[in-house]
């Protein structure tokens, strides 16, 4: 805005030839402005301006001014800036010279040139970019470009503000030329996270009317500082995973956040390093934090881990977490069976309830899985017993016979109840010993046995033969003959028992003719402690032998009478002589009877009844029938072979007795036969006799010098060996087969013994009476002392 400024004459000091004038006048006046009436001031008309060719004068300095010499004033000719005039200076003025002609005159006209306030104060960038860290502290200083005014004065440059004052607060310091510095000072931390670019505005305002300003964009960069540092979502993480999982199972994943820009935002996950790091068991992704199984988890082991874990910023700010595995327990552990103590063996007679082992199970898995039941295979007479939590024991349920089962497998199986439920099993054995329970059992209730009489001694009868269902030793049957009498006399003189075999041996020769049969009791007994026995009655029978030849008990059989029957002439046909009586001690077929006539005088006239022995006429008797008839019978018994006997029978025939006396004188004809006969007996005996002496005499040497040697070569037991009653040897291996060591024995004891050892058997012998000249029969016991080619061994 251009102003007229009101004239100002000043007063001509210079005398009478130059005048002086001062005008003011301000800048920026437009073109063609008058300045001022120069002509008037200086008391000239325009006339002389123009003979004088008045012009003006400025020094060198480019015109700003000219002279207008019709109307005698001063116009602007050229736009004045004070500021390119003058710049600082003051005041600020033109110094012209106005000259004239004819004469010549010389004026000064000074014009001041004023200031307006034309110039805004300006900052020489629009903008400054400063990069502050967010970390920057309160009351930094940062320096601003000042605003330049040309303007000088009032109109030069007054004041700043900074506008928004959120962060910053400007601060002006005066410095020593007077000028000012401009700062802007941090009142308030940056953030960048809140705001990462500050845009403010800088004005510079000058004190003109109406005042003008400078503005400047200050733009403040927020540089970014680890001010943050990583959040993790949760403070714990919770996660599962079951034992057994395979390697690189993930498990999960955390996470943290970082406000932070760029580097110090970027999080890097590690476990953390403390007591239990598992680091081999968990790994955790460094950038995007996933939980990775890279070990072997066990239930068994642990069922819960914990691990520390950190997410940590470029910056080094860290935050910490924690992640909880669970364990989830899978059934992957069989129970395991242990035997704390077992019996190998027990006796058959234990009590129910007797324990026979100890067992403890034992699962290590979890709640059903580590459940654990136990039973045993059925059919066996044993049961479990839960005593505690895990032990078991295993015991008998009913009665044990070894004679049963001597051995039981008992399995002990133990399973959990996971699904699948695993399960494993031992195995027992278990023996059982034997007890004494069962006592011998005969084969039969009761025995009978058979002997022919006249049996060897020694001789093997018969066999009892007893059982027992124990073991060993308490199987081991020994038979015992029982004491009991026969007939008065002890049973042991007629059998033995031999102990181990049972075999029964005669002891003697027995007769039938005296003893049919007889019973005793054979005990067997088993070797337990105590013992257990049975008893059974054995009936031995003896069966009859045809060892007796019938025996003619009528007629009598006299040595020296005769004795006949008489048959009167007038007998009839059929008449009964006499009757043969003969019996025969044998039994049944060997005692039955029969009669035969054997030589007869006259065979025509008698017969014998076969069944009866009755001796009957068989004609009419005539007188030419001798007196004297001689009839001899003999008696045959049934047996095999039959035995026999044969009886004479004198019949007379006669009507009177002096007849038959006449007759009979002259019976026993054959005298001198027998006479010699006699002879040759008595040289018999002599000689008999003579050996028998000889022999007697060789054994009392021979039995002296072995006394005097003190010693036997056999003991002299005496026949019938003493055994205790409850054993018996066999007579098989005993003395008792020998016979000649009986018959030594009963050279030392007497021959009254009671005891009679046959040889084969009995024998028969006839003799003639040499008095009468009938036969006799003589049953002699036979000795092996009475006979000479005995041998002689002791
Ligand atoms: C018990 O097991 C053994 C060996 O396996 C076998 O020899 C025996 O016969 C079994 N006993 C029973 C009574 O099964
Ligand atoms: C065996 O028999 C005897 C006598 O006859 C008797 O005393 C004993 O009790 C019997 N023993 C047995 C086991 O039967």
């Not at 046995?449 to 007893?466: D, H, Q, R, W």
């Not at 029978?541 to 029957?565: C, F, M, R």
């Not at 028969?764 to 080619?789: H, Y």
Request: glycine share 6%; hydrophobic share 35%; proline share 4%.
């Amino acid at each position: 805005m251009r102003r007229q400024v009101p004239l100002f004459i000043l007063l001509l000091s210079l005398g009478s030839v130059f005048g002086q004038v001062s005008y003011s006048i301000p800048e920026e006046m437009a073109k063609g402005s008058l300045v001022c009436n120069v002509a008037q001031d200086l008391g000239l008309d325009l006339k002389r301006l123009n003979s004088g060719r008045a012009r003006l004068h400025s020094g060198g300095s480019s015109e700003y001014v000219e002279l207008n010499k019709e109307r005698g004033v001063l116009l602007i000719k050229e736009r004045i800036d004070r500021e390119t005039l003058c710049g600082e200076t003051t005041p600020c003025a033109l110094h012209l010279q106005m000259i004239l002609e004819n004469p010549m005159e010389l004026f000064r006209v000074t014009i001041e040139i004023t200031d307006i306030n034309d110039n805004a104060p300006s900052f020489v960038s629009s903008e400054k970019r400063f990069d502050i860290s967010e970390s920057a502290v309160v009351g930094s200083k940062f320096v601003l470009e000042k605003a330049v005014d040309a303007d000088i004065g009032s109109n030069d440059l007054q004041s700043y503000s900074l506008n928004p004052t959120d962060n910053f607060i400007l601060k002006l310091e005066n410095q020593a030329d007077g000028s000012k510095k401009v700062q802007m000072v941090l009142q308030k931390p940056l953030d960048r996270e809140h705001q990462e670019r500050i845009s403010l505005l800088l004005t510079a305002v000058d004190g003109g009317q109406p005042p003008m300003t400078g503005t400047m964009q200050i733009i403040v960069n927020v540089l970014d500082a680890n001010d943050n540092a990583p959040v993790f979502t949760k403070s714990v993480y919770k996660a599962a995973i079951t034992e057994n999982s395979p390697k690189g199972t993930r498990i999960m994943t955390v996470s943290a956040s970082d406000k932070d820009k760029g580097s110090y935002g970027e999080i890097s996950y590690v476990i953390s390093n403390s007591k239990h790091r598992y680091s081999d068991l968990y790994q955790i992704d460094r950038s995007s934090g996933e939980v990775i199984l890279i070990g072997e988890i066990d239930y068994e082991k642990s069922k819960l881990y914990q691990i520390d874990i950190e997410a940590i910023d470029n910056g080094g700010l860290s935050d910490s977490s924690k992640i909880v595995i669970d364990v989830v327990d899978v059934n992957d552990n069989s129970p395991q069976v242990k035997i704390l103590s077992k019996s190998d063996a027990i006796l058959e007679d234990s009590p129910e309830n007797t324990v026979i082992a100890m067992l403890s199970a034992s699962d290590p898995d979890s709640d059903v899985n580590g459940e654990v039941k136990c039973r045993i295979n059925v059919n066996v007479p044993f049961k479990m017993q839960t005593s505690m939590n895990g032990f078991y024991s295993l015991v008998t349920d009913s009665d044990l016979d070894r004679e049963v089962a001597s051995q039981y497998n008992i399995t002990v199986t133990c399973s959990d109840e996971g699904v699948p439920s695993l399960s494993s099993s031992v195995t027992l054995t278990l023996q059982i010993s034997d007890v004494n329970d069962n006592a011998p059992v005969f084969e039969r209730s009761s025995y009978e046995a058979y002997i022919v009489e006249n049996n060897t001694p020694g001789l093997s009868i018969f066999t009892v033969k007893a059982r027992d269902a124990d073991w060993n030793q308490n199987a081991r049957v020994s038979y015992i003959l029982e004491d009991s009498s026969v007939n008065g006399v002890p049973v042991s003189s007629y059998v033995s028992v031999s102990a181990d075999s049972g075999v029964i041996h005669a002891v003697r020769s027995l007769d039938y003719e005296q003893i049919k049969d007889f019973k005793f009791c054979i005990k067997a007994q088993d070797g337990g402690s105590p013992p257990l026995s049975s008893n059974v009655s054995v009936t031995v029978k003896i069966q009859d032998q045809n060892d007796n030849p019938p025996q003619v008990l009528y007629p009598v059989q006299t040595g020296g009478s005769l004795v006949a029957e008489i048959v009167p002439r007038s007998a009839d046909v059929s008449y009964l002589v006499t009757k043969v009586v003969a019996v025969d001690v044998d039994s049944g077929q060997n005692a039955w009877l029969s009669y035969k006539l054997q030589k007869a005088t006259d065979r025509a006239l008698f017969e014998v009844g076969l069944q009866n022995g009755e001796i009957r006429t068989i004609r009419q008797v005539t007188d030419k029938d001798a007196v004297k008839q001689r009839l001899t019978v003999i008696v045959e018994d049934n047996g095999q072979p039959s035995r026999s006997a044969t009886v004479i029978v004198n019949v007379a025939v006669a009507d009177s007795f002096p007849e038959v006396l006449s007759e009979f004188t002259d019976f026993t004809h054959d005298k001198e036969y027998n006479d010699n006969m006699t002879f040759y007996l008595v040289l018999a005996l002599a000689v008999v006799s003579f050996l028998f002496i000889t022999c007697l005499v060789v054994i009392i040497s021979v039995k002296i010098y072995r006394w005097r040697q003190a010693r036997f070569y056999h003991s002299n037991l005496p026949v019938i060996p003493y055994y205790p009653p409850r054993y018996s040897d066999t007579l098989g291996t005993g003395t008792l087969q020998h016979v000649y060591n009986y018959d030594t024995c009963r050279t030392t004891d007497s021959r009254k013994s009671d005891l009679k050892f046959g040889g084969p058997g009995t024998q028969n012998i006839l003799i003639m009476d040499p008095s009468s000249g009938t036969m006799q029969r003589i049953q002699s016991e036979k000795s092996i002392l009475d006979e000479p080619d005995s041998p002689l061994e002791i």
